[in-house]
């Protein structure tokens, strides 16, 4: 069984592509789930008052109490820091899709399922093709913030269709949705989702850690669409 996290940075909009010109979509896949949770949990004891200092918002912790880790509200030294902590021992795989919003087409933006579907399908196709990711039964976790843009079966649905059925790149994919707050995988590709989104807009602050991250081969592909 493999077993992939979801989350998203960004928006899918046309209308207003010109203020934010790229959505980033992060799939991480997980080799070892037991072992990544004690990093996380043993990077957020071991770092717990630099976090909570950032934690303007109180996204991270709630009158003291943590709720999750959130990309967002970390500074830049402790995203390094981060994801330094969790890129060790081959545990974890990173695949973003990178979409650049002005150069899709409008019409996918009429339902935006359709583009959040589609270029999840190119991605993952991508990758079981040049066997990235192997044959394989798939569980997908994605956060249920997402629900936004797909409905409850169609993602399942339209994977089990294209990739199952017509491609037979997989055995077989079960999509389940969660609360961020009650699964640390979904956190942890929510971190990872965020510090490209924060590349992006910012690459001198984050241009080594990407390329470092590229270099050991956690960041395994980025898959851009359109395609240019």
Do not use: W
Not at 65 to 76: A, D, H, M, R, Y
Not at 171 to 198: A, G, H, I, P, T
């Amino acid at each position: 069984m493999e077993y992939l996290f979801i989350d998203e940075s960004g928006s899918l909009t046309s209308d207003f592509a010109f203020i934010h010109p790229n959505f980033v979509m992060c799939v991480v896949r997980v080799k070892d789930i037991t072992n990544l949770r004690k990093l996380v949990k043993r990077f957020i004891y071991e770092n717990y008052q630099e976090i909570k200092n950032t934690d303007d918002n109180n996204k991270i912790f709630n009158d003291g109490e943590f709720l999750e880790i959130k990309g967002s509200s970390l500074t830049s030294t402790l995203k390094e820091k981060l994801a330094n902590y969790l890129c060790r021992g081959n545990i974890l795989e990173i695949y973003y899709v990178h979409v650049f919003n002005e150069e899709v087409k409008q019409y996918f933006y009429d339902d935006p399922s359709l583009i959040y579907n589609y270029v999840l399908y190119l991605a993952l196709k991508k990758n079981l093709e040049n066997k990235n990711l192997p044959y394989d039964d798939y569980l997908i976790e994605v956060d249920n913030r997402n629900l936004k843009h797909i409905s409850i079966n169609s993602l399942e649905d339209y994977l089990t269709i294209e990739l199952k059925l017509k491609k037979r790149l997989l055995r077989s994919v079960n999509v389940e949705y969660f609360d961020s707050k009650d699964n640390l995988m979904v956190q942890v590709s929510d971190f990872f989702s965020n510090l490209y989104f924060s590349y992006l807009k910012n690459k001198s602050t984050y241009e080594s850690l990407i390329n470092k991250l590229k270099k050991e081969n956690y960041i395994k592909d980025i898959y851009y669409y359109p395609n240019t």
